[in-house]
C-alpha cells in the first residue's frame, strides 16, 4: 500500500431503512476492503420493524462500525447527510462514500482506485460502475443530466402531476411510455466521463467537495438527488466524473420495494409525490442561477 493510501481515511455511509440482510451484507463486504483507520457508519432511519435496534447491537462491539438511529425518517438527502456530517466533523475523513444499503463492495482493490483516481482526476464527485449480481451492467448509469434548465425542470414537474393523477385510474404508466420518448442510446458504461450525472446508489466525494459542503442538497426527501448534485458541484467549479474502473454491486431498490411490498400503485404514487417535491426544490435552484 502506498503512502498516500496509508495516511487517507474513509468514511463508508450507509443508509438504513428495514432491511436487515441486505444492510449486513452491505456492512460486511466493506468489511473486507477498509483500512484500519477508515469507519463505516451505518444510518437507521427510523424503520418500523426494530432492524436498527438490532443493528446497533450486533455492531456494538466493532469499532470499525457506528449505527446511528434516527428518531423518525428524514428521507434520502437528510439521512445520508447525518452520516456525511459524522464522517466530516468528527472522524475528519478525507474521502466520503454514501452507498445504498442494497450494495455490495466486492472489488478488492476498490479503495486503492478510489484514492488514486483523486491524485489522477482531482474530481470532488466520482460515480462507479453499477453492477447486477449477476454480472450485468447498469446501462443508465452514467445519464446525461436532462433536467438542468427551467424549462426542463418545469416540464418534468408538470409530467410527474400528470401521472399522480392517472395513477389512480391504471393509466399512468400508459402515460410514461407516451412520455418517455428518448432512447438509451450508445451504451458508454465502460468509458471514463466527466460532467456527467451519477446513480445515487453510490457517490463518492473527495476532500475538495468535503471542504466546502456538509452532504446533499438537504431539501428534498427521496428523488433528484443526483441532478441537484450535478447542478451544485457544476455551480462551484468542480469536476464530477465517472469511472468504470470501479465496480458497485447494486441490488435495485430492496428498501422501497420492502415498505410497499405488493401495493405497486401505492409504490408508484409514493414516487411521483416525492419527486414533485424535488422538482420544486430543483426549479427553486436552477433559479437561483
Not at 427551467?150 to 412520455?179: E, K, P
Not at 451544485?232 to 465517472?242: F, L
Request: glycine share 6%; aromatic share 10%.
Amino acid at each position: 500500500m502506498c503512502y498516500i493510501e496509508e495516511n487517507s481515511k474513509v468514511a463508508y455511509v450507509i443508509l438504513h431503512y428495514q432491511v436487515w440482510k441486505e444492510t449486513c451484507d452491505c456492512v460486511e463486504s466493506l468489511k473486507e476492503i477498509m483500512a484500519k483507520d477508515d469507519i463505516i457508519i451505518v444510518i437507521d432511519n427510523a424503520s418500523p420493524n426494530n432492524s436498527g435496534e438490532l443493528l446497533q447491537e450486533k455492531y456494538r462491539q466493532d469499532e470499525g462500525v457506528v449505527v446511528i438511529r434516527n428518531r423518525e425518517n428524514i428521507g434520502f438527502a437528510k439521512g445520508n447527510n447525518v452520516g456525511y456530517e459524522l464522517a466530516k466533523h468528527k472522524y475528519k475523513c478525507d474521502f466520503i462514500l454514501l452507498l445504498n444499503n442494497d450494495t455490495l463492495i466486492l472489488q478488492k482493490d476498490f479503495r486503492r482506485l478510489m484514492i488514486e483516481a483523486y491524485y489522477k482526476y482531482h474530481y470532488a464527485v466520482m460515480g462507479p460502475k453499477i453492477m447486477q449480481r449477476d454480472g450485468a451492467v447498469n446501462r443508465t448509469n452514467p445519464s446525461k443530466p436532462v433536467h438542468t434548465t427551467l424549462r426542463r425542470a418545469r416540464i418534468g414537474q408538470i409530467s410527474n402531476c400528470i401521472r399522480y393523477i392517472l395513477s389512480f385510474v391504471g393509466l399512468d404508466m400508459c402515460f410514461g411510455r407516451a412520455f418517455d420518448t428518448c432512447s438509451e442510446g450508445k451504451d458508454q458504461s465502460d468509458v471514463y466521463q466527466e460532467d456527467i450525472q451519477i446513480s445515487g446508489a453510490g457517490m463518492i466525494f473527495s476532500k475538495e467537495y468535503i471542504s466546502k459542503f456538509d452532504g446533499l442538497n438537504s431539501k428534498t426527501f427521496m428523488y433528484l438527488e443526483e441532478i441537484l448534485l450535478y447542478i451544485r458541484v457544476k455551480k462551484a467549479g468542480m469536476k464530477i466524473i465517472y469511472n468504470p474502473e470501479l465496480e458497485l454491486i447494486h441490488l435495485e431498490d430492496a428498501a422501497t420495494l420492502e415498505t410497499f411490498k405488493g401495493k405497486t400503485a401505492k409504490t408508484r404514487r409514493f414516487k411521483y409525490r416525492c419527486q414533485m417535491r424535488s422538482f420544486k426544490v430543483l426549479i427553486d435552484e436552477l433559479k437561483i442561477g
